[in-house]
């Protein structure tokens, strides 16, 4: 927390010494519950696991209080269906490593009133985060489903012996990826054209013939996962001291880039 403040990647406004102080444990739901306005339940991603909680949840609370969840791939009806406070119920996921990156996914359960889904959306701005409203539940919410669309696609660009598995993390490395860490993919389109409507009747047709040359899913599994592990630890190996520095590295690289775009952002 100290490092964090000191280079400016602290989120909200408080600082690491009065955060920290506010972080207590309790044995028992309801002490947990006591005065809360916000809950934010973070179990492993198992489903029976998350509905005994917030079952038990349900039964604690009032009628004030946001039941939040930070599941990556459980659809909210599947977790808050039945629930008394169903209204009052919401997935906000963040994203790894949320320390550094800022995105969280609302995503609503049908009967998810209006309201709780601004309350939490008021919540993660002060925060520091970047909340984004996903209108619906869809499998895989937004993230995921832009993140397994670019996987799916590098899986088979390696496996039919298109590219190696290191030159195709430096297609996003220092390719796409270094775009995307300030625009999107669709704000991209608009700049690299006169306008989205300049970019879709120059490249609309080339996209779809490309498309429609996009193999089935991949298995992960076989040949190909075994090519893409020796690649991968030739660069980190798979031993968890390598593992642990690498990650200690990548987050180093998401503090400094998250401080550029703020100063980015306030010019």
């Not at 977790?79 to 550094?100: D, E, M, R, T, W």
Request: aromatic share 6%; hydrophobic share 40%; proline share 6%.
């Amino acid at each position: 927390m100290k490092l964090l403040e000191q280079s400016g990647s602290l989120k909200g406004s408080l600082s690491a010494e009065e955060q920290l102080s506010l972080i207590s444990g309790c044995s028992s739901i309801q002490e947990a519950v006591e005065g809360a306005m916000h809950i934010q339940e973070c179990v492993p991603e198992n489903l029976e696991l998350k509905k005994k909680i917030f079952a038990q949840l349900d039964r604690a609370v009032d009628d004030t209080v946001v039941l939040s969840s930070s599941t990556s791939c459980l659809l909210p009806s599947q977790l808050f269906s039945g629930l008394v406070h169903v209204k009052q119920c919401i997935v906000a996921h963040p994203v790894n490593p949320p320390y550094y990156v800022p995105l969280v996914e609302l995503v609503p359960h049908p009967e998810t009133s209006p309201a709780t889904v601004d309350r939490t959306h008021t919540l993660m701005r002060t925060i520091g985060q970047s909340p984004v409203r996903v209108l619906k539940e869809v499998d895989g919410f937004a993230l995921n489903r832009l993140q397994y669309a670019v996987i799916s696609e590098a899986w088979r660009l390696v496996e039919e012996g298109i590219v190696s598995p290191a030159d195709l993390d430096l297609v996003m490395s220092d390719g796409l990826g270094m775009r995307y860490a300030f625009i999107g993919p669709l704000e991209t389109m608009h700049l690299n054209a006169e306008g989205m409507l300049s970019y879709c009747d120059r490249y609309r047709e080339g996209m779809k013939r490309v498309l429609k040359t996009f193999g089935p899913v991949p298995e992960f599994s076989g040949a190909t996962v075994e090519k893409v592990n020796q690649a991968m630890c030739v660069k980190v190996p798979g031993d968890p001291q390598h593992l642990a520095a690498r990650r200690k590295w990548r987050d180093e690289c998401l503090m400094s880039l998250a401080r550029l775009k703020s100063q980015m952002q306030s010019q």
